[in-house]
C-alpha cells in the first residue's frame, strides 16, 4: 500500500493567516490525491481532487498544489470555520489511503 | 438534495457479525460507485473498500484490513449500500461512513454510525 505522510500533525495559527500543509507520498500516486476537511462529530468534507481541482462550494481560499510524490494544500485568509482537521487521500492504487490528519487549530 | 444515511451499528461481541446499511436518495443511485471507510475513536480515516456500478458488474475492492471478512454489496432499487462484517474484532470499533463517489473520491458522506466490539 501507499503511504501517505503529512507535516505537520499540528498547526497552529490566527485568522487571516496563510498556512500550508503538506502530504508525502511512499510512491509516486501521479495526480490522484484528494483534500479533506473535518470537524469534530462530522463526516469529511471534499475539498480539492486530482491534486488542485477545486469540489463546487469550497471557498477559493483553499488551493491544492503537487504532483507525483508532494502535494500541499494552502488556505489563505484563514477563517474561523477552517479551523478543523485535514486529511490527504490517494487514489492511484489500492488500497486507496488517508494520511494521518493534521489538525488546525486558533493560536 | 444528496443525502446518505448509515444505519446498524451497534454493541456487538468479537467474533459476531453485523451489516451496515447507507440508504440514499437525491440522486440516481444506480450510475455511482459506493465507498466505506471507517474512523476509530479518536483516530484518522481508513479506506475500506468500494463497490463499482452494474455497468463494471458491481465489482468490488477492500483494503486488506478487511479483505474476507467484509463484504459490500449495493441494491440498487432500494439505493442501498451494504457492508457485512464478519468475525468481528475490538479494533473493528469506529464509526463507519459511507460515500458516493464521483471522479473517484468521496463527494457526498453520510453521517456515520457507531460500531462497538466489546465482550
Known amino acids: 500500500d501507499i503511504q501517505l505522510t503529512q507535516s505537520p500533525s499540528t498547526l497552529s495559527a490566527s485568522v487571516g493567516d496563510r498556512v500550508t500543509i503538506t502530504c508525502r507520498a511512499s510512491?509516486?500516486?501521479?495526480?490522484?490525491l484528494a483534500w479533506y476537511q473535518q470537524k469534530p462529530g462530522k463526516a469529511p468534507k471534499l475539498l480539492i481532487y486530482k491534486a488542485s481541482t477545486l469540489q463546487s462550494g469550497v471557498p477559493s481560499r483553499f488551493s491544492g498544489g503537487g504532483s507525483g510524490t508532494e502535494f500541499t494544500l494552502t488556505i489563505t485568509n484563514l477563517q474561523p470555520d477552517d479551523f478543523a482537521t485535514y486529511y490527504c487521500q490517494q487514489y492511484n492504487s489500492y488500497s486507496y489511503t488517508f494520511g494521518q490528519g493534521t489538525k488546525l487549530d486558533i493560536k | 438534495e444528496v443525502q446518505l444515511v448509515e444505519s446498524g451499528g451497534g454493541l456487538v461481541k468479537p467474533g459476531q457479525s453485523l451489516r451496515l446499511s447507507c440508504a440514499t436518495s437525491g440522486f440516481t443511485f444506480g450510475d455511482y460507485p459506493m465507498t466505506w471507510v471507517r474512523q476509530a475513536p479518536g483516530k484518522g480515516l481508513e479506506w475500506l473498500g468500494f463497490i463499482r456500478t452494474k455497468d463494471f458488474r458491481a465489482t468490488t475492492m477492500y483494503a486488506a484490513s478487511v479483505k474476507g471478512r467484509f463484504t459490500i454489496s449495493r441494491d440498487d432499487s432500494k439505493g442501498i449500500v451494504y457492508l457485512q462484517m464478519n468475525g468481528l474484532k475490538s479494533e473493528d470499533t469506529a464509526i463507519y461512513y459511507c460515500?458516493?463517489?464521483?471522479?473517484?473520491?468521496?463527494?457526498?458522506w453520510g453521517q456515520g454510525t457507531l460500531v462497538t466490539v466489546s465482550s
Open positions: 460515500s458516493r463517489e464521483k471522479y473517484q473520491v468521496g463527494d457526498y
Open positions: 510512491h509516486t500516486v501521479f495526480n490522484w
